[in-house]
């Protein structure tokens, strides 16, 4: 049984906790939160044995083994190395830092103590991706990936009537390219590599922060196009196309409904069957990795995360988006 601790007690915590419960050797033993109230109510309600609103006092409890870090961006990389420094193995919310800097800093962190770091990124888990991976090489070569995920923030209206929510704050390194960008370019980096050049074009916001945007990539052989917003919605699919086909993903993030459509015309549905709870296979992975010893995810390797922030860093720095974590 691998015992877990968790740093945060929003709404995607309960998602991953309600994932949880359907992998084997995962129990929740502990909590964090900066009010003792909130971390007793976030235990009670997940049958969780103990709450912490001392982050020092909670990395060095002896009652779990890993922990699952979803905290604003900007606290991610102190939070895992406090962490990974007291032993912990650690499970971070994507996007994995604020900067390739921090994400530099917590592989090393990790390596010194030897201790399991993965990026949370779930779409490369999922049965679909793993079938895309396949499929690409029946329509390739591949010339052109579209990435579009665009999802009007639920806070967005608060945001408007002048309440500036987490999701909108730079000081957390937040924003729609890294709350949302990052669905479209980690599966693009895990699919392709780094590519060659990155640009943006984005609608900036009075907070600080991008609601929208786009991402122009270049590889060498292929580009992508990558769509991204948290004020508006959009009806698109992505697709990956190549010279003898095309593959049309209707959700990116969940990699749900794939459609191969060949040159000839033949449409043929390739999708597999993925459990509801989307998460359960990056928490499983994860699960299994802390029981086999092994320090780094073959899925969500150290290299694509790197790779991702970079992409990340490059699409911000082509914006002249700094965020104060970069001032560090």
């Known amino acids: 049984m691998i015992r877990f601790g968790v740093i945060g007690t929003n709404w995607i915590t309960d998602r991953f906790l309600a994932a949880a419960k359907l ?33 020092n006092e909670f990395v060095s409890s002896d009652q779990f083994d890993a922990v699952y870090i979803a905290s604003p961006t900007a606290l991610h990389a102190e939070q895992a190395i406090l962490c990974m420094e007291h032993g ?15 994400v530099e800093q917590m592989i090393q962190v990790s390596r010194t103590n030897k201790v399991l770091l993965m990026e949370g990124m779930k779409t490369t888990h999922m049965p679909n991706f793993k079938v895309l991976q396949e499929q690409i090489k029946a329509i390739a070569p591949v010339r052109r990936f579209v990435g579009n995920f665009c999802q009007y923030s639920s806070r967005y209206d608060r945001y408007k009537e002048g309440e500036v929510a987490n999701a909108f ?32 074009n984005v609608i900036m916001l009075d907070s600080g922060v991008d609601g929208l945007g786009t991402m122009a990539i270049k590889y060498p052989e292929l580009t992508a196009d990558l769509m991204f917003s948290k004020i508006t919605n959009t009806h698109v699919p992505s697709e990956v196309q190549g010279e003898n086909g095309t593959i049309v993903i209707d959700k990116i993030s969940d990699m749900q409904g794939l459609t191969r459509i060949d040159k000839d015309g033949t449409i043929t549905n390739i999708s597999v069957e993925q459990k509801q709870e989307t998460m359960f296979y990056e928490i499983n992975h994860f699960v299994e990795l802390v029981k086999a010893g092994q320090l780094e995810s073959p899925v969500n390797s150290f290299e694509n995360s790197l790779n991702t922030i970079k992409v990340l860093d490059q699409a911000r720095q082509s914006i002249g988006l700094v965020f104060p974590a970069d001032l560090k």
């Open 88 to 102: 912990k193995h650690v499970f971070v919310e994507k996007p994995f830092a604020s900067n390739q800097r921090e």
């Open 169 to 200: 704050k730079p000081e957390l390194s937040n924003g729609a390219l890294m709350d949302i960008g990052v669905y479209t370019a980690y599966p693009m980096v895990a699919l392709f590599g780094m590519p060659d050049h990155v640009s943006a």
């Open 23 to 55: 992998v084997k050797d995962f129990e929740l033993t502990a909590v964090y939160s900066r009010t003792k109230e909130r971390a007793e109510a976030f235990a009670t309600k997940h049958q969780a044995t103990h709450a912490f609103s001392d982050l």
